[in-house]
């Protein structure tokens, strides 16, 4: 079934980030850097969405990042997959996406712009697919990939799932192709 979907949605590798996805939609109008607050630095299309493809692959994770503007997730099918965010006071957060909404489980959620967010299928699963939407669309200069040791350092508390959750080279600033 996974090759299927990769096939079906055009399904590609999200350089550094990690996991699958296929861009699906970018509005084509556009909203200058003047409009929007101080956080974004150039003009971005007024929406953008993806599909996006996690497995059981070991590398296969949203590694920790965070952008300016919110990210809204969408559960489609699969497995459970477990979305760690951590905020500027301090604090962390895990939310399971998954189609189990009645234990707890969510099938859509919200994760608010300028915390560090990442993701991964839960032990035992095969593949979750799932869609994200930004508005303001995503642009790649919005991404911030997260440093290991420097959100170890700031989330002790979080050390292991950091660990999981970063590529011990990855640059903080990257070139995703198209994105969210």
Request: hydrophobic share 40%; net charge negative.
């Amino acid at each position: 079934m996974i090759e299927a979907l990769i096939d079906m949605f055009s399904l590609r590798p999200l350089n550094v980030e990690g996991g699958l996805f296929a861009q699906t939609y970018v509005s084509a109008e556009r909203i200058s850097a003047d409009h929007l607050p101080e956080r974004y630095s150039s003009e971005h299309p007024y929406g953008t969405a993806i599909y996006y493809l996690l497995t059981s692959d070991a590398n296969s994770f949203s590694a920790l990042h965070r952008l300016p503007a919110d990210e809204v997730y969408h559960f489609y099918l699969g497995d459970p997959v477990m979305l760690l965010q951590l905020y500027p006071d301090g604090r962390s957060e895990h939310i399971i996406l998954g189609q189990d909404v009645l234990n707890g489980q969510r099938v859509q959620y919200v994760a608010p712009h300028n915390v560090w967010q990442g993701s991964f299928l839960l032990p035992g699963g095969a593949f979750a697919l799932l869609g994200t939407t930004m508005a303001p669309g995503f642009v790649h200069q919005d991404y911030e990939g997260g440093e290991r040791d420097n959100l170890i350092a700031l989330y002790p508390h979080e050390a292991d799932l950091i660990r999981r959750l970063t590529r011990p080279d990855s640059p903080s600033q990257m070139s995703l192709g198209d994105g969210a």
